[in-house]
Each structure stands twice: as C-alpha cells, then as structure tokens.
C-alpha cells in the first residue's frame, strides 16, 4: 500500500491521523517516507548505508541526492505470482542440501 500512495504522490496518506498537520512538515514528512522506501530496495545496493540515511535526514530542502526508487521483490513477485499460475500459488525452484560434519 505505501507503494502505490508513493506512485500516486500521495506520501501523506501513511501519516497516522492522530498527528496534527500543524505540527510537522509537508515536505519533511514527505522526504522521511522516501528514506524509508529507500530502505526497503531488493537489491542491497541499492539501499541506502546508515551514514546516508542520516546525511538524508539531516539535509535541508531537496538538496540531498536521491537514489532511485524500485518497488520491492516481494511486491512484484506476488503480483507476478496471481498472473502466472492458475492456482495464485507461488512455484519455488529452491533445493536443499545436507552436510554432515563430524568432530575431531
């Protein structure tokens, strides 16, 4: 769901309700949602490393270079998932193997 809001640029519908718009920033709260999605990228080089989250966080404006934003595995896969097979069931093609060790 967050990242549909994202897509449609509609950050603010995942702030709580609770919260009072007079008391944070349309811009700030906006650009910690983008951190977190950053966050949550498949591929671990594209996530951000924690002295650039913090770099982000601190910056002020838009001025921060952002990385691209790629929607996360398990959201493509399950979609990928309902199309592919008749049943929505995922296919796994993983394997198993067993080591036995053996003390000295």
């Not at 640029?9 to 700030?28: A, C, I, K, R």
């Not at 490393?49 to 270079?65: C, H, Q």
Request: charged fraction near 20%; aromatic fraction near 6%.
């Amino acid at each position: 769901m967050a990242w549909k809001l994202y897509e449609g640029d509609m950050h603010l519908e995942l702030v709580d309700g609770s919260l009072n718009p007079d008391e944070y920033e349309t811009e700030t709260m906006k650009k910690i949602i983008e951190i977190a999605l950053m966050c949550t990228q498949s591929a671990v080089s594209l996530r951000p490393t924690m002295s650039e989250v913090v770099f982000l966080l601190r910056s002020v404006g838009s001025s921060a270079p952002k990385r691209p934003l790629i929607s996360p595995a398990f959201i493509e896969s399950n979609q990928r998932f309902r199309a592919d097979t008749p049943t929505g069931s995922p296919v796994s093609n993983a394997t198993a193997s067993i080591s036995q060790l053996s003390a000295r």
